[in-house]
């Protein structure tokens, strides 16, 4: 039953990574942009959560500013930031998110201090055992929000109009304008929808982890990355198994008695796989013509 355990717990933290790894995904997918900007959208939903929750909102209405905020702030970010460098070189782009995301940081340390905030996520509290195993509400609660996320995305992808624009923008964005799909459109839906995702991994992640700081974002992002790069960079599958299988990694090795090198073994577990295929587990090779 520890075994059992074990695992349910490497899925909860799986969901988490693997909802914040769906947003840089589809973001690389579509403009082969490293939004690294990202882990931060979740510390600024952290904060909106605090300050909602201390105005007495309901849960409910709290949830949803998180998940409004996140969004508005990365659609923001694409405006001002981002989309002005649409022709630049990647490595100004990619300097840019970077620079974004030391901006936020600061702006945070500068308005909230640098000291831990206790942040309460409104849940059921409660388990039930099965089988043997106990399974906390709100363990539950995670793994169903992440999997019904993921589900939704994966039907606004396949089945929209808007999501087929997201896939023909993928496949060749010089072809998809000429055929009258709105790129810009496309791109800020795309950061939308990925903002949306982390403000409900944000929810998930302050249940788990109850504190934010300036510098939340930073790691949780990185480790998203990671997962996202794991998995195959640009794939939304891949984008999922990379953040489940990061989640059941940290575990294991948590549960060794190892905890303090979690981090270490993630970076070394991504080492190996791009040593063996440096386009992730699930990444497909992109063959250029010239």
Known sequence: MLILDQLINALQL????????????MVYGIIKLLNFAHGDVIMVGGYIAIFSLAAGHHPALAFF?????????AVVMEKLAYTPLR????????ITAIGISILLQNLAQFFFEA???PLHI???TGSINIAGTTLAYTMIITIMASVLSMLALNFVVSRTRLGKAMRAVSEDGEAAQLMGINVNNVVTFTFAVGAALAGI????????FPVVTPTVGAMLGLKAFI???LGGIGSIPGAMFGGFAIGILEVLVTAAGFSRWTDGAVFLVLIIVLL???????GRKIVEKV
Not at 276 to 282: I, K, N, S
């Open 227 to 229: 997962a996202a790069v």
């Open 201 to 208: 991994g944000a929810i998930l992640y302050f249940v788990r």
């Open 115 to 117: 000291r831990p905030l």
């Open 65 to 73: 500013l998180i998940v409004f905020g996140c969004t508005l702030l």
């Open 14 to 25: 799986g969901s988490i990574y693997a909802l914040v790894a769906l947003g840089y995904s």
């Open 122 to 124: 409104p849940l059921p």
């Open 87 to 94: 022709t630049a070189p990647r490595i100004s782009v990619l």
């Open 276 to 282: 063996v295929r440096p386009t992730g587990l699930m």
